[in-house]
């Protein structure tokens, strides 16, 4: 295993080993112990190894539930996470069982305009476009498009990335005009952002996304020129940094 992250590990094991002994005397704490678990957990899959990361998000899951306050935005948040590592982990059919999980519970508790919940019908409808279900999927894009669309207004980064997916999607049913539209609305979202709000790894991923776009249409011109964009914005990127977090991270999907 790689020296930095061996120390990235035990430093997140001993956080969270921390967070266990905190919320086990004030149970008010338990989400600070998801956090550290999110943190914990995504560096186990960095380092490949999906069960541990299972068995952590699970333990988080049951001490969510065990507590007498029923949290529903955190329980969401928790399967939300499941899934997330299911869908990394290349079982789908478990991902969309947890994302569907975490949308009922959501709208069961009246939370279903929230960024957490977009965020996992973005996430969803992923899941269902690699499993060729395309009307579902594009259903929950257009749902979670119209949520950041309302919190966020159009120019925003999080808008940029359903667009991008729904241009991916497009892409996948061979509706290239469609999948055009969709990856430049992105595009231009995305170069009109500061350096605080748009991540250069989204960018990126728009060009390419977009050359293969302008390939399948036959304009290799445009295509070539995208890709050289995509490679300068990609030698440019930083490495791995896990961050705190109680649900899945906005995923971002890709042509090629």
Do not use: C
């Amino acid at each position: 295993m790689d020296t930095a992250l061996e120390r990235q590990i035990a430093t997140a094991s001993r956080s969270v080993e921390e967070a266990r002994r905190l919320a086990y005397h004030d149970p008010s704490r338990i989400g600070s112990l998801v956090e550290q678990i999110s943190v914990l957990a995504d560096l186990r899959q960095k380092e490949g190894d999906f069960r541990k990361a299972e068995s952590l998000y699970r333990e988080a899951l049951f001490r969510a539930q065990e507590s007498r306050k029923n949290d529903a935005d955190l329980l969401t948040g928790i399967y939300s996470l499941l899934a997330h590592l299911y869908d990394r982990w290349g079982r789908m059919d478990k991902a969309a069982e947890f994302y569907e999980k975490a949308l009922h519970i959501s709208e069961d508790n009246g939370l279903g305009e929230t960024e957490k919940v977009a965020t996992i019908k973005n996430n969803l409808a992923m899941i269902f476009k690699q499993l060729r279900e395309f009307e579902k999927a594009e259903r929950y894009y257009i749902e979670a498009l119209e949520t950041f669309q309302r919190m966020d207004g159009e120019q925003s980064s999080r808008v940029a990335s359903v667009y991008n997916n729904l241009g991916v999607l497009y892409y996948a049913r061979l509706d290239v005009d469609r999948a055009q539209e969709m990856h430049e609305r992105a595009l231009t979202i995305r170069q009109s952002l500061n350096e605080g709000q748009m991540d250069p790894a989204d960018l990126s991923q728009t060009f390419i996304n977009l050359a293969a776009v302008y390939k399948a249409s036959g304009d290799f011109q445009k295509a070539e020129a995208s890709i050289d964009r995509a490679k300068r914005l990609r030698a440019a990127l930083n490495g791995f940094h896990p961050n705190p977090r109680r649900s899945a991270s906005l995923l971002v999907d890709k042509n090629l």
